[in-house]
């Protein structure tokens, strides 16, 4: 039922009232992956195609440094605006989202890996879903976090979620002993694990980012390895800033201002660090639409939807204001 209401909300222009009355507040758009088709959780170039329509229809599509300049500089943000941001810099943003971007000429902001780009390395999470999607195991009992959980890997879709629950378990955990656990679990389900990604999993090139940005799309930082900063020691953290900004710097020859936290992760203390190595501002994970008082290095975003009527409903607002109002029914049912 709820579904049915959601497409009739969608089909009848039941979401425009909110996309009015948000108006005034900034849009964010969180993007990780791109196929052809869709295949594992990632938005398929049709869609891609008709979320840049939808949006180029309804609002102004703005770099997200115009946004962070609005906010520090204090002046009122422009009315629709929405940002793309692209996470991670996988290579198909270049050869999937870039593509649709340009005949769109819709700006968006793409965060890279610096050691990823490099080819030094894969993103850690990836190696619990190459693991789980090439094991010849169906089921396994696995370690995580002390407890031996089984894990059904009978089909694709449950072998995509049992790499979401060891990701979850070694998120946390320092880099080394997360890959060392890595390791044993590749070798507990007899999956050899490349040094490098293989192409499923590889990074843009530094020629293809430097392509992109002299098109117009801006490259921000994700660190040099992508760890769940809020873990890291303060020389760590420094470290994991300032070298990816000094990196993009130089392999870009453009001064980088823009920052995106892996995974969302940040404290104050994560926050004040990014401030001191220089970032303008900084993405989070956490939902929200920007106000004129928005936090620069706490930018919060929407993640995107890969159907119609949920993006619709997503980036509308509707769905914060559902969630905001369902939250504080909840100790009042809950009594």
């Not at 089909?11 to 900034?26: E, M, Q, S």
């Not at 700006?107 to 890279?112: D, E, I, Q, S």
């Not at 769905?319 to 504080?328: D, P």
Request: glycine fraction near 4%; include cysteine; charged fraction near 25%.
């Amino acid at each position: 039922m709820k579904e049915i209401l959601l497409r009739l909300a969608w089909k009848f222009g039941g979401f425009a009232p909110f996309r009015l009355a948000n108006r005034r507040r900034a849009l964010v758009l969180t993007y990780h992956r791109f196929s052809a088709d869709g295949a594992d959780r990632t938005t398929s170039a049709e869609m891609f195609e008709w979320q840049l329509h939808y949006l180029t229809r309804r609002y102004q599509v703005v770099p997200l440094s115009l946004i962070a300049d609005c906010l520090a500089q204090r002046r009122e943000l422009p009315s629709r605006a929405v940002a793309i941001t692209i996470d991670d810099g996988y290579r198909d943003a270049f050869e999937i989202a870039f593509p649709l971007l340009r005949k769109y000429h819709a700006p968006a902001t793409l965060f890279a890996v610096t050691d990823f780009t490099d080819q030094k390395i894969w993103l850690w999470p990836d190696k619990a879903r190459f693991i789980c999607l090439h094991t010849s195991s169906q089921n396994s009992e696995i370690t995580l976090g002390g407890e031996q959980r089984r894990m059904n890997l009978t089909d694709h879709e449950a072998r995509l979620q049992a790499a979401d629950r060891i990701n979850d378990a070694l998120k946390l955990l320092p880099t080394d002993e997360r890959e060392a656990r890595l390791s044993r679990i590749a070798t507990m389900l007899k999956v050899a694990l490349p040094a490098l990604p293989p192409p499923d999993y590889s990074a843009a090139t530094w020629e293809q980012l430097r392509e992109m940005a002299a098109a117009g799309i801006e490259i921000g930082s994700h660190t040099v390895t992508h760890p769940i900063l809020t873990t890291l020691e303060p020389a760590q953290l420094d470290a994991e800033l300032r070298e990816s900004r000094a990196r993009l710097t130089a392999g870009l020859h453009r001064e980088v201002k823009l920052f995106c936290y892996p995974n969302g992760d940040s404290d104050r203390r994560v926050r004040a660090a990014a401030g001191r190595a220089g970032y303008q501002c900084a993405a989070t994970c956490e939902p929200g639409l920007i106000e004129q008082n928005s936090p620069l290095l706490a930018l919060p975003r929407i993640h995107t939807e890969r159907d119609p009527a949920h993006f619709a409903q997503s980036t509308s607002g509707f769905e914060l204001r559902k969630n905001r109002l369902r939250n504080a029914l909840r100790p009042a049912l809950s009594g």
